[in-house]
């Protein structure tokens, strides 16, 4: 019934987090209850944000909107920005600045770095997952200026028009040898229908051509996003492409994707565009292909080693245009990257909510919105298995019934993970870092799925066990409105609300219990808000049937009340759980 869980690869810091297309709600010292409700009130004067890359100064601006003053730090070494982050809450940087281990380390109030741009190559993303921080880009700024620029790129190819230029300056003026290409009517293979890709094909199309677009992603869509666009198998689009132009991210599965064997079933004198990332194309097969005429051009904005080296097989070449990796370089996209990390950042701190987020599993935003209320029941379930556990949760097994069963339950499963790391640390939990922490801790989560949630709609069943399963709790919520409820507790059918404080007592079911306590406590001033009240199975060797108490109190009794409730003849065993709370104004990650 139980699968894999979520893989390692984060680590911690509290918070809360959400995320769509790549958004995630996220508070640096979660803790019970933090999820939901972004109330905490940072004051965003009091923030420290520091810019360390040139940014377009439209940024100021918006900040200033939101009330934070950054420090603008240019050209700052790996010991100038050690000696300067200690007391920073975000840093933001374009791709000069290098954002390492040790600046991470050295900066124990900092929550979020935020790349203006795409790449984050130059921040170490492994670092700040481990230390809890997220890493969050801007991927949008740039789409549209890329996508012109690889159109850019397939007309002057198409025209021959740098070699023309070349020509004209030098006195050349020979008409003849600059004949082009048509584009209307024209076949353009766009592989990776991705945001740059899409404006590709949309282009494409406004320019007369057929396109056809591969992306694994869309294989089984009905119809392509793009209209005008017709979706192709990649095999297809290379035999029949005049053009063809790429537009995926450099991983593992593209890495080479236009192979020498890729390259040999293109249609004979198609031309080839790499406006993407160096490292898709065999670039010396490409050499080859051009020398044969297999290839009738190429054009790179990107290449496997930039600048290239002096001897790279396409330098000097006229059936070969290059440009030095200028797809994002237009004033328009530099200043909305600048826009845009700007938002992301002030809302991240003043909100929780983190765009972008690129150490943090993305939700899409309908799903968020309906996974919202689990997400905080999940928190709180993990908090409550934490706190009643004796010894540390080694393994947790969490089973989404009902309508969860086809949801993307990353996140709560994060949130569950959160609230269990969270007990018993003084922050420093968050859904960025709590896998990683939980691999630390040898905390295994296993998720299962049901389609028939009995009795309710939804609801999430959590069991967890300590080393050996030595000892085991079980947990079942759901979501009413938008309130979490308890409605399982080991064998124990309830309705309980989650939240504030929950006195457990374990004790002899005998009658008169309930008075003693109500009166003890109505004595001592505390007020019972709740009760529940449930057998136990008698246990061996137990002369009496036994009993648990759910009592949800309004305030932390004290310790000396909790010691004259556990004085209490019929009081086996006793305990104060805390859920549900707001999480703290702020918190650093030690
Ligand atoms: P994106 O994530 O929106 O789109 C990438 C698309 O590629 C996705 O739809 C994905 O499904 C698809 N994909 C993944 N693997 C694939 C495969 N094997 N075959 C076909 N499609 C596959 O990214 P984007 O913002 O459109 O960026 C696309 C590329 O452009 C990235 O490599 C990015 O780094 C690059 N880029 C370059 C510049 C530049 O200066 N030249 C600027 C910005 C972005």
Redesign the pocket.
């Known amino acids: 019934m139980f699968g894999g869980g979520l893989s390692p690869g984060s680590s911690e810091k509290p918070g809360r987090l959400v995320l769509a297309g790549r958004v995630a709600l996220y508070h640096r010292n979660t803790c019970p209850g933090g999820f939901v409700s972004s109330t905490h009130s940072v004051s965003p004067a009091s923030l420290r944000v520091l810019i360390c890359d040139d940014l377009s100064p439209k940024a100021l601006e918006i900040f200033g909107e939101y009330g934070i003053f950054p420090e603008i730090c240019l050209g700052l070494d790996e010991d100038a920005l050690v000696a300067k982050v200690h007391d920073v809450d975000a840093i933001i940087v374009r791709s000069a600045t290098r954002i390492t281990r040790r600046v991470i380390e050295s900066a124990p109030k900092l929550t979020v770095v935020g790349r203006a741009g795409?790449?984050v190559d130059n921040v170490d993303c492994a670092a700040a997952t481990e230390a809890g921080v997220v890493v969050m880009n801007t991927?949008t700024g740039?789409?549209t200026t890329?996508a012109e620029?690889a159109i850019a790129l397939m007309v002057s190819m198409a025209r021959h028009i740098p070699r023309a230029d070349r020509e004209v300056r030098s006195g050349v003026w020979n008409k003849k040898s600059l004949t082009g290409v048509q584009l209307t009517g024209k076949t353009l293979g766009v592989?990776?229908?991705?945001?740059?890709?899409r404006v590709v094909a949309a282009r494409g199309v406004g320019l007369g051509m057929n396109v056809l677009a591969?992306?694994?992603?869309?294989a089984a869509a009905e119809c392509s996003p793009v209209e005008g666009v017709e979706l192709s198998a990649?095999d297809h689009l290379l035999a029949v492409s005049d053009f063809v132009s790429l537009?995926?991210?450099?991983?593992d599965?593209?890495r080479g994707?236009i192979s020498r064997e890729r390259i040999a079933s293109m249609k004979p004198g198609a031309r080839l565009i790499n406006?993407?990332?160096g490292g898709l194309v065999d670039e010396a097969a490409v050499a080859e292909a051009l020398d044969s005429g297999q290839l009738a051009g190429a054009a790179f904005?990107?290449l496997s080693e930039e600048p290239p080296p002096a001897d790279h097989p396409l330098l000097g070449r006229d059936d070969v245009v290059m440009t030095p990796?200028?797809?994002?370089?237009s004033t328009e996209a530099q200043v909305q990257v600048a826009l845009d990390i700007a938002h992301q950042i002030a809302r991240f701190l003043l909100e929780g909510r983190a765009d972008n987020a690129i150490n943090a599993p993305a939700v899409s935003a309908s799903d968020l919105a309906f996974l919202g209320p689990y997400i905080n029941l999940a928190e709180r379930m993990g908090s409550y298995l934490a706190q009643r556990l004796t010894g540390p949760i080694r393994k947790l097994e969490v089973t989404y019934l009902g309508e969860l069963e086809a949801r993307d339950t990353r996140v709560v499963s994060l949130a569950l993970l959160a609230g269990a790391l969270a007990h018993g640390r003084d922050g420093g939990v968050n859904f960025v870092n709590a896998p990683a922490l939980a691999e630390e801790r040898g905390l295994r989560l296993l998720e299962g799925r049901e389609s028939d949630a009995g009795a309710f709609q939804n609801q999430i069943k959590v069991r967890a066990s300590t080393k050996g399963g030595v000892e085991s709790h079980l947990v079942a919520g759901t979501v009413f409105g938008s309130r979490p409820r308890f409605v399982r507790i080991d064998e124990l059918h309830l309705d309980f609300p989650p939240e504030g404080h929950i006195l457990v007592t374990e004790h002899d079911d005998v009658p008169g219990v309930v008075g003693h306590l109500g009166t003890l406590l109505g004595e001592c001033g505390v007020n019972i808000r709740r009760i529940e009240l449930g057998k136990t199975s008698t246990a061996a060797g137990e002369s009496k049937a036994g009993a648990v108490g759910f009592l949800a109190i309004d305030a932390d009794p004290g310790p000396e009340i909790l010691e004259r409730v556990r004085a209490l003849k019929f009081i086996r065993k006793l305990g104060l759980l805390r859920l549900g709370e707001a999480a703290p104004v702020s918190g650093n990650r030690s």
């Open positions: 795409v790449g991927p740039n789409t890329t620029l592989i990776g229908l991705g945001r740059i890709g591969f992306d694994p992603y869309l990649l537009h995926v991210p450099l991983i599965s593209t994707l406006a993407a990332r904005d990107v990796h200028i797809g994002a370089s």
